[in-house]
C-alpha cells in the first residue's frame, strides 16, 4: 500500500512590529498606485497585495484609503525628493544630468501614480496631497539651487527672486515634460529627454543672466567648472554658429541703443 505524501511544511509566521507592518503597506499600497490612478485602488487590493487581512490595513489606516493614498503618497515623495540629492562632486551640468536619470527612473516605474498625482483631478486629491506635492517641488528646487552655488547653508549665499523664479519655472518644465512623456509612450528615449532638460536649464540661466547680475555671477563661476565635453560644451559649440549668423542683429541693436556704430 502506497503512504500519502506528506504534506509541506506549514510556512513560519512572523509577527511583524508596528513600523515593520506599516512599512510593508505602504510599499503594497505604492506598488498599485504606481500603475492605477489612486481612485481604482481599493482596500480589499491593498490587503492582498500585502498578503494581510482587510481589517488588518484598517487597523493601521482607519481612515481607509484616503489616509493610506496620502501616506503612501508622502512616501513617494520621501523618494522623489532623494532623486535630486547629488553630491557636489564634478561640474554642476553633469550633476544636474544625474539627477534627472533618477527623477525620469522614477516616472518610468510610478508611470499612472505619477500622471494622476500631478494632474490632479482625483477624489483622493486634498490641501494635504497638494501640499505634499508642492514640497517635493520646493525641495527639488532648492536641490538645483544648491548646484547653483546659491543656498540656505552656513557660508552660502541664498538666491535672490530672479534666480530663484527661473529654477521654479525649470522643475515646473521638467514636471510639465514628464507627463508629455507619459502621454507620448516614453518617447524620445529617457537619456534623450535628460539632455534636452539640461539644455533647456541651461537656455534660462544664459538668458537670465543678460538682465540679472547674480545670474551673471552665478554664470561666470559656472563656467569655470564646466568641460568642454560636458553639456555646456556640447551645447555651446551647436548655439555659436547659431549666434555667428545673427551678428547682423546685433549690430542693429547696438545702433538702436546708441551703443554702436550706424551703418
Known amino acids: 500500500m502506497t503512504s500519502a505524501p506528506a504534506a509541506p511544511p506549514a ?30 485602488v481599493s482596500i480589499d487590493e491593498v490587503a492582498a497585495a500585502a498578503g494581510v487581512s482587510r481589517p488588518l490595513v484598517y487597523r493601521y489606516f482607519p481612515g481607509g484609503r484616503q489616509q493610506l493614498y496620502e501616506a503612501a503618497l508622502g512616501s513617494a515623495a ?35 501614480g505619477f500622471s494622476a498625482l500631478l494632474r490632479g483631478g482625483s477624489v483622493a486629491e486634498t490641501s494635504r496631497t497638494t501640499t505634499i506635492v508642492d514640497g517635493v517641488r520646493r525641495s527639488a528646487a532648492e536641490q538645483i539651487l544648491l548646484h547653483l552655488g546659491r543656498g540656505s547653508g552656513p557660508g552660502q549665499e541664498p538666491a535672490g527672486p530672479r534666480l530663484r523664479m527661473m529654477v521654479r519655472t525649470w522643475i515646473a518644465a521638467v514636471e510639465a515634460a514628464s507627463l508629455i512623456w507619459l502621454d507620448e509612450e516614453k518617447q524620445p528615449p529617457a537619456s534623450d529627454l535628460r539632455g534636452w532638460l539640461v539644455d533647456h536649464l541651461i537656455g534660462l540661466i544664459a538668458v537670465t543672466a543678460a538682465t540679472d547680475e547674480e545670474t551673471a555671477s552665478v554664470v561666470a563661476d559656472l563656467l569655470g567648472q564646466e568641460t568642454a565635453d560636458g553639456p555646456v560644451g556640447r551645447l555651446a559649440a551647436l548655439v555659436v554658429p547659431a549666434g555667428e549668423a545673427a551678428t547682423h542683429l546685433l549690430s542693429r541693436g547696438l545702433t538702436a541703443s546708441g551703443n554702436g556704430p550706424a551703418d
Not at 510556512?11 to 503597506?25: D, M
Open 11 to 40: 510556512r513560519a509566521y512572523r509577527r511583524l512590529g508596528v513600523e515593520e507592518r506599516r512599512a510593508q503597506l505602504l510599499g503594497a499600497a505604492l506598488t498599485l498606485f504606481a500603475h492605477r490612478a489612486p481612485d481604482d
Open 78 to 112: 520621501e523618494q522623489l525628493t532623494l532623486c535630486f540629492a547629488e553630491p557636489a562632486d564634478g561640474p554642476p551640468t553633469e550633476r544636474v544630468s544625474r539627477v534627472l536619470d533618477r527623477y525620469l527612473g522614477f516616472v518610468d516605474q510610478h508611470d499612472a
